[in-house]
C-alpha cells in the first residue's frame, strides 16, 4: 500500500489516528502513516480467521515480515515496502505491537479490569511511543503520553466493548460495577497525564490526541454496556473535535 493508500484505510477504518497524521509536521507524516496502518493490520489479523492457529499464522506473517526489514531484506507488500523506506531496520521493533494480539486469536474474554487494563497497556502504550519517536519526542515527556495512551486505550476499548463481547475478546463479566472500576482508572490516568501537561512539548500533541468520544463513554461505562453502545460520536462531533484540537493543540481532557 502506497503512503495514499494507507492515508485512504487509516481514514476510513482509523479515522482519529488519520487525523493526527494531518496535523503532524510533513516530515513525520510517513512515519506515522506506515505506523498506524501496520497497528491496523496487526490487530485486524487476529480477527480474520475463528481458528485460533490459523489467525496466529497470520499474525506471524507480520511478525516475520517486520523481522525481515530488520535484516535489511527487501520488500515488495503495499503496506511493508512504505514501511520500510520510512523506518528502515527500526521497524523491526514494531513487533513488540503484535505479542499483545496473541490473546486475540484464542478468542477469550478478559478476567476483570486488571486483565483489560494490562491489554491495553500493552497495546496502545508502545504504539503510542513510536509515533512520539517520529515526532523526535524527548524521554522526560514518555510517561505523560504513556498516561494519555493508557487512559485513551481504555476509552477506547469500552467504547468497543459491545461489539468485542459478540465476538469473544469483551469481559467474562460485563458488569456495570466491573465497567465503572475501569472507567474510573481510564480517568485516573487522563487525570494524571492532565497534570503533567507542561512536559508535553507543542510538536508531541497530535500523538496525545483523545478524539471525541472520551469522556461520554467514561460517564457511560457504569450505566452498563447498553449505555456504552449508545455514545458512538457523530462525524460532527468528530470534525468539530479534530478542528478545535488544530486551533489549540489542547490534548489534555
Same mark, same amino acid.
Given at each position: 500500500m502506497s503512503l495514499d493508500l494507507c492515508a485512504d484505510t487509516l481514514r476510513e477504518h482509523d479515522p482519529d489516528r488519520f487525523g493526527i497524521c494531518l496535523l503532524a509536521p510533513a516530515e513525520a507524516r510517513a512515519k506515522l502513516l506506515t505506523l498506524f496502518a501496520l497497528n491496523l493490520e496487526l490487530a485486524r489479523a487476529p480477527l480474520a480467521s475463528n481458528e485460533p492457529l490459523i489467525a496466529e499464522m497470520r499474525l506471524q506473517w507480520w511478525v516475520e515480515r517486520l523481522e525481515d526489514i530488520g535484516a535489511g531484506k527487501s520488500q515488495s507488500h503495499e503496506l511493508l515496502t512504505p514501511l520500510a523506506e520510512a523506518w528502515g531496520p527500526r521497524a523491526a521493533g514494531f513487533a513488540v505491537l503484535a505479542d499483545p494480539r496473541r490473546r486475540d486469536t484464542l478468542r477469550e474474554p478478559h478476567d476483570g479490569p486488571q486483565a483489560v487494563g494490562d491489554y491495553v497497556r500493552a497495546t496502545a502504550v508502545p504504539l503510542a511511543e513510536f509515533a512520539a519517536e517520529a515526532l523526535d519526542g524527548p524521554k522526560a515527556a514518555m510517561p505523560v503520553l504513556a498516561a494519555q495512551a493508557e487512559g485513551v486505550g481504555i476509552a477506547n476499548w469500552l467504547a468497543a466493548l459491545p461489539a468485542l463481547q459478540g465476538i469473544g475478546l469483551g469481559l467474562w463479566d460485563p &458488569?456495570?460495577?466491573? #465497567?465503572?472500576? #475501569? !472507567? !474510573?482508572? &481510564?480517568t485516573a490516568r487522563l487525570d494524571h497525564a492532565r497534570g503533567q501537561r507542561r512536559l508535553v512539548p507543542r510538536r508531541l500533541a497530535p500523538v496525545l490526541f483523545a478524539g471525541a468520544g472520551v469522556r461520554p463513554v467514561l460517564r457511560a461505562a457504569p450505566q452498563g454496556i447498553e449505555a456504552l453502545a449508545q455514545t458512538s460520536p457523530s462525524e460532527f462531533r468528530k470534525r468539530l473535535a479534530l478542528g478545535a484540537f488544530a486551533l489549540t493543540h489542547r490534548w489534555w481532557i
Open positions: &458488569a456495570p460495577e466491573v #465497567l465503572a472500576d #475501569l !472507567a !474510573a482508572r &481510564a
